[in-house]
């Protein structure tokens, strides 16, 4: 695979802790949600993180699918919930749910979207196999 472009951050002290890009777009202090038996709070979490980035990468992969193949859907939006939880073997896992709208088109080719978005998105093909993800076109 050829790389386009690299990301780089660090994290210090966990979930309870900060984590930085290394070009300081992204600079911020983390807590562990409540549902983990932290502070919860106005503090961003790591699986916030995932959905945030997962959701925005899905809606761009749309977008790709979109020009391959020649659709024009009016807009589209993705809601991606991230759980997290123990694993029946030990340790911990996560589950996504991916909610995408694609308005202004049929839902036979909405339907053919969320696919070709699928099998293109980074995260979903990361995740593939690994992590159990539901997509509904809502």
């Known amino acids: 695979m050829k790389i386009l472009y690299e990301a ?8 309870n802790g900060h984590v930085k890009t290394s ?13 983990l038996g932290g502070p919860g709070g106005a503090l961003p979490n790591p699986e ?23 659709i024009k859907p009016d807009g ?5 919930t991230v759980g997290i ?3 029946e073997g030990g340790g911990f896992g996560l589950t996504v749910h991916l909610e995408v709208q694609i ?3 049929p ?12 099998a293109a998105c980074p995260y979903s093909n990361a ?6 993800v539901i997509l509904a076109l809502v």
Do not use: H, M
């Open 107 to 118: 839902r036979e080719q909405a339907q053919a979207l969320l696919e070709a978005a699928d």
């Open 85 to 87: 939880g123990p694993r």
């Open 23 to 35: 070009d300081g777009t992204l600079d911020l202090r983390l807590a562990i949600p409540k549902g």
């Open 76 to 80: 589209t939006k993705v809601d991606a």
């Open 103 to 105: 308005q202004g088109v």
């Open 127 to 132: 995740v593939r196999g690994n992590v159990p």
């Open 48 to 70: 916030q993180l995932f959905a945030a980035g997962y959701a925005a990468c899905f809606d761009s992969a749309l977008s790709y699918a979109a020009r391959q193949k020649d």
């Open 8 to 15: 780089k951050a660090s994290a210090a002290g966990g979930r």
